[in-house]
Nanobody, 122 residues
Framework: QVQLVESGGGLVQPGGSLKLSCAASTGIIFPIYAMGWYRQAPGKQRELVATITPDGDTNYLAVVKGRFTISRDNAKKTAFLQMDSLKPEDTAVYYC???????????????WGKGTQVTVSS
């Protein structure tokens, strides 16, 4: 059974940092997938925050660029999202996804994690 499991969320003060992890189960051929991190705040639509191609090329939502860093370790079948200089508006449930790129657009795949809560508050 294919699973993506997020971890690393929590409560942090504004200006703080968190590092999220997304571990893939053995049922997924991790290196061939692009990976995406999404977030969904209460009452808002899910939005794509960051993506990384199988080759390591990255892209970011404008409001997190310069503060968040996506990375991956194919040997460990794990994707990461380093979040620095966190703001209250970053508060959301963060999800990882294994997908593909079609003509430079990230297309989410069927594999989703259950999410990890990030709360930025003083």
């Amino acid at each position: 059974q294919v699973q993506l499991v997020e971890s690393g969320g929590g409560l942090v003060q504004p200006g703080g940092s968190l590092k999220l992890s997304c571990a893939a189960s053995t049922g997924i051929i991790f290196p061939i997938y692009a990976m995406g991190w999404y977030r969904q705040a209460p009452g808002k639509q899910r939005e794509l925050v960051a993506t990384i191609t199988p080759d390591g090329d990255t892209n970011y939502l404008a409001v997190v660029k310069g503060r968040f860093t996506i990375s991956r370790d194919n040997a460990k079948k794990t994707a990461f999202l380093q979040m620095d200089s966190l703001k209250p508006e970053d508060t959301a449930v963060y999800y990882c996804n294994a997908g593909t790129f079609i003509r430079n657009d990230y297309r989410p795949g069927d594999y989703w994690g259950k999410g990890t809560q990030v709360t930025v508050s003083s």
